[in-house]
Structures are given as structure tokens and as C-alpha cells.
């Protein structure tokens, strides 16, 4: 009979279960532009929001970048960092979720004891005496916590979207590491184009300063025109330092970036070019899905939902039941024998009474935490919404301005040779040859560093589009 009322409370309690305190969640709406504004040479791609986000600087085919990438992938300490705090999300989301089954606890005590002859008596008319005697037990306990208001349901769910949120961190990092790899490595090559533009011109200037210095000796030039052209191979060479302690500081970023010591690094210069591939654009809403900041800005928003569910549950009774059986005997030959026995059938329930607003303002605390993470998500959509928008445009404007500074190197080359002619045929001074080389070296260091930023502007724009794409 009593084994009845017990599993008919039991029962009562699984259907009270789906009183559950989580808060229904859904995603809040943003306002979400219908087009980019584009201009040439951007075209409208159709995205799949499905694409993965995997290796996108292949797209550059660059084989020094890929070695670089590869070996930060490997070695970086800032991604493993993000690994490991992906792996305490999961473990903490088994832990939680091992509150859902009932616990099982094996116990076993043997010990020798002395009963005190003066201990408390509850009956003054029976005698009292000092025994010593053995006393072992063997037994196996069950634990349940029947959530009634879910509160483990809402401790799993908030879990789990701890762990979707690390997942999307982990991404998220792995996305920004590569970009900010690549950002370093391309400023690296625009330095090196820069600094062989120098180089060539300090070639250039030396050639003049030796036709100058010929033409004093022959009475044809005065010093001053000599003294001009040293004057500008002096200029040109400061600037060649200051490039090469530029390149030492992005080098040494690149080293800390693939988890390198600064000191045992470096990359060998080249002052290849390389040209940005053709990125297709989708509609504003894909990043929603894309970006894994976005994303991860959303599964917070969840699990701040989910804190709400577990301090309303909070309020309720907490129900626990926990059978035992097992065996107790003074002797370990009787230990499993039917007389030594012993079980026990019940539960506990625990219900706040009193805690002075304590349970208020815990969920006062997680409603607080659920809308800084509803703001915290809008201001992550409307920072990407920006990002792409200024890659977008400002690659369309960098194009242009590509097109224009090629135009404006040959120019100036034209104008050096004219004034080097014009010079020899003594109908113009040497400063108009002086100019022309600064001009034409001003001309070809602003190309150069116009081809640095098309590239660096497209990192940029695959990393606010959140990766790579099909």
C-alpha cells in the first residue's frame, strides 16, 4: 500500500513537469536594408547561407600567406585559448545535463564503535550500557530531482546556448585571426613594394647625381645642381630607413600572430603584387547568418533567456526523490542475509519561505542580463551592417583610384624624361629635373601603397561578409 501512494505521487509529480518557468525565446527583429549600395565593379552574387566559412585567403593565392595562416591555425595561442574556453561550454553543458537522469550513489562504511553507557536516553525506564560492537553496511542510493518547474530544463537550455555561442566565438576568432594575419602580412608587401620603388629611384638619383657631377667637371653645371641631386638621394634614403623599421613591426606582428617569438622570425621580401579577388556580394540579411559575431551576440541572447527560466523555477519547491537499499549487520557473515536488510522510500521537498528579495532581485538580475544582450545583438547587426557598407565602397573608390595613380606614374615618367631632355639641351635648370624625380617617386610610392590598401580593404570586406563564400 505504501508502495502505491509512492508511485502515485511519483506520478503526479511527472505531470506537474510541464509547468516549466523558461521563457518562450525568440529572436529579436532588426531592421535589415534590402540592398547594398553598390558601385562599380561590385555585382550581386546569390549567396547560400549554408556556405562554408572556411579557407578564403586561399583566394589570394598567395603561397606565403597560406604557409603563415597554416602554421597560426596550428600555433596561435589566442585560438587555443578559444578552444579551451569551447571545451569548458561543452563540459559545462554535460554536467548541466546530467541533472535529467536520477543519480546513483554506492555507498559501504565498516567500522568498530563504542555506544557511550551515558548517552541521551529516550526512555528513562530502560537501562543504558557502554557497548562496543562492528557495524557494516553496504548499500545503493538513487537521487531524483523531479523538475517540476524547470529549473534543471532551463539550467540545460541555457547551457546549451553557452556552448552554440562558444561555438560561434571559436569562429568568430579563428575569422578575425586569419584577417588580422593577413592585414599584416599584406601592409608587410606593400612595404616591400614601397621600398623596391625606393630603391629604384635611389638608383635612378645616383645615375643623375653622376651625370651631374660630369657636367660640373666639363664647366656645364654649376655646384648647386649637384648639391640639389645629393640633397634628394639624402631625402630618399631616410625615407628607405623608415620603411624598413615599418616592415620590422608588422614582421613582428606576423610572428606574434602565428605564436612565433618576434626574435626568431622574419619573411623573406618580395615585392610581387598581388591583385584582390573578385568578392560577390548577397543581400544584407545573409551576414545575419554568416557572421559568427552575429550569431554568437544571439546564442547569448538565449542563454540570458534561459537565467530567466532558472530564477523563476527559483520561487517554486524544489522536489527531490531518493530510494536506498542496501544491508547493515554487526558481522560480515550476516552482512547479505534477508534480516539485514534495510531500504527507505521517500523524497524532500524545499520551498522558500523567506529571503529578504534575495529570489526578486536574482531575477530582476537575469531580466537586466537578457536586455543587455538584446542591445548587445542589435549593436553587433548594426556594426556589420557598417563594416560591409565601408568595404563595399570604399573597394569601388580604391579601384578608381587604382586606375588613376597608373595613369599618373606614366605621367610623371613622361615629364622626368622631358625635363632630363630639355636639361641636357640647356633650355631648362636642373631643379625642373629634380622635381620630376620627386614627383615621379611620389607618384610611384602612392600606387603602390593605393595596391595595399585594395587588398587590405578586401580582407576587410571578407571579414565583415563573415568568410569565405561559393
Not at 525568440?26 to 546569390?46: D, F
Not at 522558500?352 to 529570489?359: D, E, H, I, M, T
Request: charged letters at 20%.
Amino acid at each position: 500500500m505504501r508502495f502505491a501512494r509512492v508511485t502515485l505521487t511519483a506520478a503526479a509529480l511527472a505531470l506537474l513537469g510541464a509547468c516549466s518557468m523558461l521563457p518562450p525565446y525568440q529572436r529579436p527583429a532588426v531592421e535589415v536594408p534590402a540592398a547594398w549600395r553598390v558601385e562599380a565593379p561590385w555585382r550581386e552574387g546569390k549567396p547560400n547561407d549554408a556556405a562554408p566559412k572556411g579557407p578564403w585567403w586561399l583566394r589570394f593565392r598567395d603561397p606565403d600567406l597560406d604557409r603563415l595562416v597554416e602554421k597560426a591555425l596550428i600555433d596561435s595561442p589566442t585560438l587555443a585559448l578559444a578552444s579551451a574556453r569551447l571545451a569548458q561550454a561543452r563540459a559545462s553543458l554535460s554536467a548541466a545535463t546530467s541533472a535529467l537522469f536520477p543519480q546513483v550513489t554506492f555507498s559501504t562504511r565498516a567500522q568498530n564503535l563504542r555506544i557511550s553507557a551515558n548517552r541521551p536516553l529516550t526512555n528513562y525506564r530502560s537501562p543504558n550500557f557502554s557497548t562496543i560492537q562492528d557495524d557494516f553496511v553496504l548499500s545503493l542510493g538513487v537521487s531524483y530531482e523531479a523538475d517540476v518547474f524547470g529549473r534543471v530544463e532551463s539550467t540545460v537550455a541555457g547551457a546549451r546556448a553557452s556552448v552554440e555561442q562558444s561555438m560561434s566565438d571559436f569562429e568568430n576568432t579563428r575569422l578575425l585571426l586569419v584577417a588580422d594575419l593577413a592585414t599584416a602580412y599584406f601592409n608587410l608587401r606593400q612595404v616591400d613594394v614601397e621600398i623596391a620603388v625606393l630603391t629604384r629611384a635611389i638608383e635612378l638619383q645616383k645615375r643623375s647625381l653622376g651625370f651631374v657631377t660630369n657636367r660640373r667637371d666639363l664647366g656645364a653645371a654649376s655646384g648647386l645642381d649637384v648639391a640639389q641631386q645629393q640633397s634628394l638621394i639624402d631625402s630618399t634614403l631616410t625615407q628607405l630607413d623608415l620603411l624598413r623599421r615599418q616592415r620590422s613591426q608588422f614582421e613582428n606582428a606576423i610572428a606574434t600572430l602565428t605564436g612565433t617569438p618576434a626574435p626568431s622570425f622574419s619573411v623573406q621580401p618580395s615585392a610581387k603584387r598581388a591583385a584582390p579577388p573578385d568578392i560577390p556580394l548577397g543581400v544584407p540579411s545573409d551576414i545575419l547568418e554568416r557572421r559568427p559575431d552575429v550569431a554568437a551576440a544571439e546564442r547569448a541572447m538565449a542563454a540570458a533567456n534561459a537565467q530567466i527560466g532558472v530564477a523563476k523555477a527559483a520561487f517554486y519547491p524544489s522536489i527531490v526523490i531518493g530510494p536506498s537499499y542496501g544491508f547493515q549487520s554487526t558481522s560480515l557473515s550476516t552482512l547479505f542475509d534477508t534480516p539485514s536488510t534495510i531500504w527507505s522510500l521517500g523524497g524532500a521537498l524545499l520551498q522558500p519561505l523567506f529571503n529578504a528579495g534575495r529570489l526578486d532581485a536574482n531575477l530582476a538580475l537575469a531580466k537586466a542580463g537578457y536586455e543587455g544582450t538584446v542591445a548587445n545583438y542589435r549593436r553587433v547587426v548594426l556594426t556589420a551592417m557598417q563594416e560591409a557598407e565601408d568595404g563595399i565602397l570604399g573597394g569601388a573608390a580604391l579601384e578608381r583610384a587604382h586606375t588613376q595613380a597608373q595613369a599618373a606614374v606614366q605621367s610623371a615618367r613622361r615629364v622626368l624624361d622631358l625635363a632630363t631632355t630639355r636639361y641636357e639641351g640647356g633650355i631648362a635648370t636642373y631643379l625642373d629635373v629634380i622635381t620630376a624625380q620627386q614627383a615621379l617617386l611620389n607618384a610611384e610610392r602612392q600606387a603602390s601603397q593605393i595596391e595595399g590598401q585594395r587588398l587590405l580593404v578586401s580582407v576587410f570586406l571578407v571579414k565583415a561578409l563573415g568568410g569565405d563564400w561559393k
